[in-house]
T-cell receptor, first 114, second 115 residues
């Protein structure tokens, strides 16, 4: 079975500072990895994905994530946080063989402090 | 495109009543997913369809839950009878076929409260 762990329920960061939201995964075979963001009372919005190729992937709103196969991690990063980045962030994984079925993490609340 | 459309946005009902949630996927998308989100369990996949055919319903919690997709532009999730523990936000999502890593597009969700 595939799974995602987001070890931090909440991450607090000052505006302008770099941010990291952590994610580790477990899956058989090659992983497809995703990050989504959810704003209050809204559905999830896609940020970025890793399928193959360069381990560093860039996505929407200045976010990026680094795939690390040996550590089975896919941490989300941004060089300079904005107050508007405050939201709930979900990491997700799918198996390259059964890619339709995506498993989501529990979510990490990001709070950017002005 | 209007994105994935869900209705109603909020539903309050009493235990034992039938509840029907509706979803219109993005035109041209071949896959449709129903999820349930709660504080305790996070986001759970209930069922998904490919070309209107249910492929995997292993996440449907019990026989009280059923889902249909009569055509490419409409799906329903029905709970009968509803129970307080069904209270959650229910999301519908769709995605295109053709790309193995295509992302899902989520609707705004239906917040269900069962009293």
């Amino acid at each position: 079975a595939q799974s995602v762990a987001q070890p931090e329920d909440q991450v607090n960061v000052a505006e302008g500072n770099p941010l990291t939201v952590k994610c580790t995964y477990s899956v058989s075979g090659n992983p497809y990895l995703f990050w989504y963001v959810q704003y209050p009372n809204r559905g999830l919005q896609f940020l970025l994905k890793y399928i193959t190729g360069d381990n560093l992937v860039k996505g929407s709103y200045g976010f990026e994530a680094e795939f690390n196969k040996s550590q089975t991690s896919f941490h989300l990063k941004k060089p300079s946080a904005l107050v508007s980045d405050s939201a709930l962030y979900f990491c997700a994984v799918a198996n390259s063989g059964g890619y339709q079925k995506v498993t989501f993490g529990i979510g990490t609340k990001l709070q950017v402090i002005p | 495109d209007a994105g994935v459309i869900q209705s109603p946005r909020h539903e309050v009902t009493e235990m034992g009543q039938e509840v029907t949630l509706r979803c219109k996927p993005i035109s041209g998308h071949d896959y449709l997913f129903w999820y349930r989100q709660t504080m305790m369990r996070g986001l759970e996949l209930l069922i998904y369809f490919n070309n209107n055919v249910p492929i995997d319903d292993s996440g449907m919690p019990e026989d009280r839950f059923s889902a249909k997709m009569p055509n490419a532009s409409f799906s329903t999730l029905k709970i009968q009878p509803s129970e307080p523990r069904d209270s959650a936000v229910y999301f519908c999502a769709s995605r295109q076929a053709g790309g193995r890593g295509n992302e899902q597009f989520f609707g705004p969700g239906t917040r269900l409260t069962v009293l």
